[in-house]
């Protein structure tokens, strides 16, 4: 068996690395048009960003350990320029000198990644604009940015231009960032990312949204951008960072199937329509988990599971990708943003049934020193309860719950099953009722029917004209802020003061988070009120109204 693998990093050096553990006999060659076969791209903005210190430490996979550990026949500095599917080779360039040269394969992985965009905008090619993709474009960004001068403008405000953003700031550079989408982060949902935007701004990052770039001009001290809305900013340099592309020209020029995307499509084996060819990673179109429509992520835990899937069916075992559900996180400072299935705005996009509730808890015990709050949207099925996704900010313990909400979702789990989850707890690490039990709680209510809510997006519509708006917590709370409008009956207070509240209009009760809210809905409903409560309370209606 000879197998040949186009690209390295996660899912070709994984496929290289698992068909080795399954054959002694199979003659393996894994070709990488870079000078690292594997490589850690995820700590490239950290590296970058001095975190890091040691570049060695991004080799996660050296030529020559796999070369001396699995015996494999790796080829660096090799670009992959055609494929013969009927002799079944491969025509290759050597990049170090120019000769190229033919290979046959029994197999054939294709694992080419995606390729950063670049908008095409007069200006894009300056020598002071940059992506970020491999080692030599961080080893290019890491030693421009070693002594601060002026600003460094980061357009994108994804996973890579959050990471940039603050690893510039670290590095002392004044920075702003541009994104064409009116919040940072844009699969998430708006109201859930804009704790993380203050948090930026907090931070010294100039934020521009709603806005791009539309054209990059050379100056005397570095560059210029100029932007749709008109404003100029100079700049020492730019990172692109607006998403990246499928590498798929090797797939199309050989009659491959892609998708609307570019995706090269595969099934479940990771096979294309040619039996002999498999292809893992960026480049492949894949189907999402929870709606069964086909995606594309690029996300590398997907990118090594697939890699070892189409080396375990090379070898005959039965072995299928399940796909994915978009499971990710990102650290902005020291805030984090998780998310696992689907948003609420790609289910609505996908016009699918959905309920949602917002919760607030402490990542522990509030008695514990160091609690910390944590903002958790849950979407379910309306009808079975089903966990279609989840979205957490904040800070300790948000990894931790994203993750068992995904297991959750792969489990096939509805929002009773979050309820009866028994997850470790120690002051010091959760609580009794963990936030995942919380959401489970609040939800599994909702969808038995034994309380109603309203969301902060629905309370100004038709349906909530005549409502009674009440606020349940205390005096200075209220003085604080409040939604206008709104009266003041502490929920302590409440069954003493219940002529106080009309019998005649829905009442909407809130507080901070909703807790206080539910109880008040739970006294007034029995004492014959029309009442539903504010899911989130008033700190989500902050999130999506503003203070």
Known sequence: MKIAIV??????????????????????????????????????????????????????????????????????????????????????????????????????I???????????????????????RDLKDADMIHQMVQEPDGNAVVIGAGFIGLEMAENLVRRGWNTVVIELADQILPPWDKEMVEPVSQHLKEK?????????????????????????????IDARFVIMSVGVRPENSLAVDSGLDVGARGGIQVNTNMQTKDPDIYAVGDAVEVVDFVTGHPTQIPLAGPANRQGRIAANHIFGKDSHFRGIQGT???????????????????LVQKQLPYEK?????????GYFPGAEGMSI????????GKVLGAEII?????????????????AGMTVEDLEEMELAYAPQYGSAKDPVNMAGFVAAGVL????????????????????????????????????????????????????????????????????????????????????????????????????
């Open 7 to 108: 690209g390295g990093v996660a899912g070709g050096a994984s496929a290289a690395a698992r068909a080795r553990r399954l054959s002694e006999n199979a003659e393996i060659i894994l070709f990488e048009r870079g000078n690292v076969p594997s490589f850690a791209n995820c700590g490239l903005p950290y590296y970058i960003g001095g975190e890091i210190t040691e570049r060695n430490k991004l080799l996660v996979a050296p030529k020559e350990l796999l070369e001396k550990r699995f015996r494999l026949d790796v080829r660096t500095l090799q670009s992959v320029e055609k494929i013969n599917r009927e002799k079944k080779t491969i025509q290759v360039k050597n990049l170090a000198d120019g000769t190229v040269y033919e290979e046959s394969y029994d197999k054939l």
């Open 110 to 132: 294709l694992s080419p990644g995606a390729s950063p965009f670049k908008p095409p905008i007069p200006g894009v090619d300056h020598p002071g604009v940059f992506t970020l």
């Open 204 to 232: 010294g990052v100039q934020l521009i949204l709603s806005d791009s770039a539309v054209a990059i001009e050379k100056t005397e001290n570095g560059l210029s951008i100029k932007l749709k809305s008109g404003e100029v």
């Open 328 to 346: 990710a996180i990102v650290s902005v400072f020291d805030m984090t943003a998780a998310m696992t299935g689907q948003s609420e705005k790609a």
């Open 357 to 365: 509730i917002y919760t607030h808890p402490a990542n522990h015990a």
């Open 377 to 384: 949207k849950l979407m379910f099925a309306p009808d079975t």
């Open 394 to 410: 904040g800070r300790s313990g948000v990894d931790k719950r994203i993750d068992v909400i995904a297991v959750a979702i792969q």
């Open 448 to 547: 038995r029917g034994d309380h109603a809510i309203v969301h902060s997006n629905e309370l100004h519509n038709e349906d909530f004209v005549e409502h009674f708006l009440l606020d349940v917590r205390t005096p200075s709370e209220f003085e604080a802020g409040h939604i206008k409008g709104s009266v003041n009956i502490p929920v302590d207070e409440l069954r003493d003061r219940l002529d106080e509240i009309p019998c005649d209009q829905k009442i909407v009760a809130y507080c901070k988070v909703g807790l206080r809210g539910y109880i008040a809905e739970r006294i007034l409903i029995q004492s014959g009120f029309d009442v539903v409560n504010l899911s989130g309370g008033f700190t989500t209606y902050q999130h999506i109204h503003g203070t």
